[in-house]
């Protein structure tokens, strides 16, 4: 069989254009390893429209609920979750999808909605410590660091907003950051800061993670100097930005420098007729929750005219 269309991804942009999908009755295969995208982590969302506040779990569920309720028999979108793609290829004017566990699917056009991933901290010893007191997932380990001295990586909206989690239990915070102007919003940044157990270094690199089998410090450089400091925490928590899920799609689609797939914002096409991208895969200024789902159904509503215009 080959498909109208797969979605790849749950996240806010896969699962508003499965829903969209389903609604325009194309026949649709909507695969994601996970559902809830990035900010299934975080504590509390505030902005997500038309809700106060939920956590990113209970965004995360209702992704699935929704994606599911419009699925199943009588509709026409067939749901396939811990499912991760691996390939998308060409094959005359249709595309085959290959998953990690040797799925092999046909379909007529491709929306891709992969959001991306961590980036990993390149400093010595970063790596032999990751979940030896090296985190990147403040909501999932923070707890375990209860009154101790912790440090935050990063000076963005995700490097604050661990920060605040963390000072609702930790003994103190130290937040660096590698240049002179943070990138988190105002608001965030005043709130923060405020709190008497934070502090925030800038126009730092970090060299060293110091511990034996757990971490004890870090080692950071002052780029305007070049002295070195060690800061004695046993926790830290890393926020130093994402890195585009793009990888199984690099030879077909192209990318731009920092690996997003580049795409018309008009319409959301790639420059591979048959393939829509959304989301924080693609190359549009400003990652947020509702930019993804809008742009996914700005993606889907382009799909749908190209599937029956053919
Ligand atoms: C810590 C943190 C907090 C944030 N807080 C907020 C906030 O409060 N408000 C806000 O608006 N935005 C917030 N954001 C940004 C927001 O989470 C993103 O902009 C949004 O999640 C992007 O959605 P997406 O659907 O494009 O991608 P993602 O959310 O990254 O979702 C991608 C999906 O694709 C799946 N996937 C990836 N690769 C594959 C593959 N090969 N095969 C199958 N499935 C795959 C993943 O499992 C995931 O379900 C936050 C981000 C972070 C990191």
């Known amino acids: 069989m080959t498909y109208d269309l797969i979605i790849i991804g749950g996240g ?4 508003a254009a499965a829903v969209y999908a389903s609604r325009k009755r194309l026949s649709t295969l909507f695969i994601t390893s996970e559902w809830g995208g990035q900010s299934v982590v975080s504590e509390q969302i505030f902005n997500w429209i038309g809700t106060n506040s939920l956590s990113g779990n209970e965004l995360a569920q209702n992704f699935k609920k929704h994606v599911v309720a419009n699925s199943g028999a009588g509709q026409t979108l067939e749901v396939k979750e811990g499912e991760k793609v691996t390939a998308v290829e060409p094959l005359g004017s249709e595309f085959k999808v290959k998953t990690e566990s040797g799925g092999e699917f046909l379909a007529k056009t491709i929306l891709i909605c992969t959001g991306s991933g961590r980036r990993k901290l390149e400093a010595k010893n970063a790596d032999a410590l990751e979940h030896k007191g090296l985190t990147y997932c403040a909501s999932c380990d923070g707890p375990l660091f209860e009154g101790m001295d912790v440090a935050v990586i990063g000076g963005g909206n995700a490097g604050f907003e661990t920060a605040a989690q963390l000072l609702a239990y930790c003994k103190s915070v130290t937040l660096l950051h590698r240049s002179e ?7 965030t940044i005043e709130k923060v800061l405020k709190n008497p157990k934070m502090k925030a270094i800038k126009n730092v690199e970090i060299w060293e993670i110091k511990g034996d089998k757990f971490v004890e410090g870090v080692i950071y450089k002052d780029k305007a100097t070049g002295a070195e400091t060690e800061l004695k925490v046993s926790g830290i928590f890393v926020e130093i930005g994402q890195v ?8 077909i689609a192209p990318l731009d420098e920092y690996g997003r797939i580049k795409i018309n914002p008009l319409n959301q096409k790639t420059e591979i007729p048959g ?4 989301g924080d895969c693609t190359n549009v200024l400003y990652h947020q929750n509702n930019i993804a789902a809008g742009d996914a159904v700005r993606a889907l509503e382009d799909i749908y005219l190209a599937i029956h215009t053919k």
């Open 181 to 187: 102007n943070f990138r988190a919003d105002e608001i």
């Open 275 to 278: 393939i829509w991208a959304a």
């Open 244 to 251: 585009p899920n793009t990888g199984f799609v690099k030879d």
């Open 12 to 15: 806010p942009a896969g699962s």
